[in-house]
């Protein structure tokens, strides 16, 4: 009998998302248990996460797993079918740099939300020289449909939420830093990230999106 999989996350967040996807691509069936973030954490979210105590997480059988690029790599090694990382070595350690440069420097978009002033001046600058460098460098941006080519794969996941939440959150904080004209390739990709039917199919609601994060962000705001 197989093990069942579980995946604790909240709908909102592209770190959820990630996994989903992950899970998507390979046509795998999966329990979603969706937590009251930001407002309540369940005992089983502090029981399988107790160092960070946030999501998501993928329990598989009984073992947990966290940190949604970790939980990928766990569920790439666990069913190796339809690949999202290259086959060949030096291919695959450029896909692990990008996605490792995903998560260094994604939180600066994320800082632009949380920030207002000077400090927002200065993560709108870093958001902006992210997207420069990833226009430039990253891959086959502009020559293929993905970063890795023709096939969807680890990095597209790593830039998900450039693909879907940038938006929101421009829409939210009233600001306009990812133009087409000035980032052409990421563009493109954007439309073709978001028609990939396991992607399309799982990327929250963008209204609901922007209520949720409009009320998040006055709800920081009046806490600081």
């Known amino acids: 009998m197989a093990e069942v999989i579980k995946l604790h996350g909240a709908w909102p967040s592209p770190f959820s998302c990630r996994v989903i996807w992950a899970l998507k691509l390979k046509g795998i069936p999966y329990e979603n248990i969706e937590e009251d973030l930001p407002y309540r954490k369940s005992p089983e979210?502090?029981?399988?996460?107790?160092?960070?105590?946030?999501?998501?997480?993928?329990v598989h059988g009984e073992k947990p797993i966290c940190e949604?690029?970790?939980?990928?790599?766990?569920?790439?090694?666990?069913?190796p079918e339809t690949p999202l990382l290259p086959a060949d070595p030096y291919d695959r350690a450029i896909a692990?740099?990008?996605v490792k440069f995903a998560d260094d420097k994604g939180p600066s978009i994320w800082m632009v939300f949380r920030t207002t002033g000077e400090e927002q001046e200065k993560f709108k600058k870093e958001s902006l020289e992210m997207l420069k460098t990833i226009e430039e460098h990253a891959g086959?941006?502009?020559?293929?449909?993905?970063?890795g080519g023709d096939n969807i794969g680890v990095v597209?996941?790593?830039?998900?939420?450039?693909?879907?939440?940038?938006?929101?959150i421009e829409d939210v904080v009233g600001v306009k830093l990812f133009e087409a004209q000035v980032f052409p390739g990421l563009h493109a990709?954007?439309?073709n990230f978001k028609q990939v039917p396991a992607i399309k199919e799982s990327l929250p609601d963008r209204d609901k999106l922007v209520v949720f994060y409009k009320q998040m962000r006055e709800n920081l705001l009046a806490s600081s």
């Open 45 to 58: 979210l502090l029981k399988y996460n107790p160092v960070h105590k946030k999501i998501p997480v993928l």
């Open 68 to 79: 949604s690029m970790i939980i990928i790599e766990y569920i790439e090694e666990t069913w």
């Open 96 to 98: 692990r740099f990008w």
């Open 140 to 147: 086959t941006l502009g020559k293929k449909k993905f970063f």
């Open 156 to 168: 597209d996941i790593a830039f998900g939420g450039i693909a879907h939440w940038f938006g929101v």
């Open 189 to 191: 990709w954007t439309e």
